[in-house]
């Protein structure tokens, strides 16, 4: 009998298999692509969530309290911890996830930490290709926790089912902001550490937040052409003002509202599978990774091409440094011959 | 005599026109890259600033400050401040922005906003256009604030010559994780509130943590090949360990500190003067501009070439999610036209 293939092993949910798959895309070896190709027909299974919200918000206690519920409830989970913290040391900081590691002898919790090592596809196309092994292995649901606000946030939205936003009470001014501008990407809130002072009060503010969104509608994004990519701020650009999103208040260290969150996110779920609105967001799913790969590939591409007919980048830099070079003509150049085919 | 063309009028540091240049470079109008083309060799004068940290950190009042500690030093300020919190209002939220009021009719003083609305090349590449239009009026000091500490923060610091990551007191568990990751970035560190307790051991911290980065050396991306895109976590390329970042104590609110962190600027760029390593960093800005550009016009171009030949991108998304299509497939093709010429 043959022995089985790489693709075969993680479709059976083998997770030396799955480990070593990752490892493989972070180095980006072709073979790595082959194998993401061949489980691609098999994916499309799991359910993803989203978990985001500002530094400090308790998202990593979230998410352990949620793999122990969903643990609980017989599903398996695999959980991807975005840390875009840290450029330099080609990995995600550990601490956090020690918090999970009640769940590190479970067979069924698969946990993977992502830096932002030198990838051209960014960091989330490296994260949309472990929501796809994670899928591939069989994983009931995906939990993809990142931190920060910024447009890579956005962008992991765009991958996922249901987006819950995590906040706190009273971490200052700025925060006033960071709701106002997650308001389109959230499914769910979670306050969490709700047992500190202020907790009803974030939570109403939210909440008049929804209602003035309601009232007049978003505003589209101006001059955007017809094209939408990753990043382009239009995350789930199917909008469903159908849904009212809830807020939960929870204490992620106790557990306290784990459960009325889950029940938050599952009732999104049959709101999505009910109204139809679940294959609109399969197809912005499948738009964003689409996307996601093309500007990878077109990158790698590109700058081959000009290696080796203008020379090496830092050269080509140091020219356009200099002003001797002009980077819109030399942009433009790479760019025309794809168009002119 | 001729009327003068726009970029005549960006040059002679005319505020309307440089305004509506912006406009312009928002809503991608093709004139706009014509004139962004046209100050091209006229820029590369400006010192650049950069200002990150986490939301909540006090950057709007330490740029106040700063602007003011540089007007009354005679030099002209612009000021990019970025929001990537509102993916849909198109713009960026103006409540911070009241506070510098106090600068609005000094016609030394210029300040932009920037919201995520939808562009192809992205919040970096954007960000890089305005720098360079601050510049081409001769601005000269041109200050980039950035809210969150994402993958954009990394591009955005490719683009300035000192880095000033601001952090405050006692902010959380994550806040850790936050400066082990940006300490790569970092030319100089603000510890704002620094009235607050728990400051001088926020400070003794990071030079801690400075102290094991010189023992131990960064660590080099693994597998990253010979090219690094814009956000391939490879900020600041040339990495400068003759230089100790500065930790410096501040209180924007009060002014306290903003001498002393101005004067911690001034000195991170007499010595990249002095060590000649002021050239490699204009290497890396100009990398780093040409990757953004480069990435927006390749995607631009192979997505119109999608359309022609292939369908809408959301029919080509509906085949991917119904796994009919196989996005790696079309991906490849696409990219493969431009490298097989």
Partial sequence: MATPSLAERVLSGDVRSAARLMRDLDDRLPEAETTLRAIFPSTGRAYVIGLTGA????????????????????????????????????????????????????????????????????????????????????????????????????????????????????????????????????DVFAVNKADRDGADRTARDLQTMLEVRHTVGPVSSAGGGTWHAPGDGLAHPVEDLAWDPPIVQTVAVTGQGIAELAAAIESHRAHLQKSGAIHRREVARARAGFLMLLRERLLSGALEQLEEETGRLDEVAGRIARREADPYALADDLAARLRSR
Same sequence: chains 1, 2.
């Fill in 55 to 186: 530094p400090g918000a308790g998202k990593s206690s979230l998410t352990d309290k949620l793999i122990a519920h969903y643990r609980a409830a017989g599903k398996t989970v695999g959980i991807v911890a975005i840390d875009p913290t840290s450029p330099f040391t080609g990995g995600a900081i550990l601490g956090d996830r020690i918090r999970m590691q009640d769940h590190a002898t479970d067979p069924g919790v698969f946990i993977r930490s992502l830096g932002t090592r030198g990838h051209l596809g960014g960091l989330s196309r490296s994260t949309a290709d472990v929501v796809q092994v994670m899928d591939a292995m069989g994983k009931d649901i995906v939990i993809v926790e990142t931190v920060g606000v910024g447009q890579d946030e956005v962008e992991v939205a765009e991958l996922v089912h249901t987006a819950v936003v995590v906040t706190v009470p009273g971490l200052g001014d700025d925060v006033q902001a960071i709701k106002a501008g997650i308001l389109e990407i959230a």
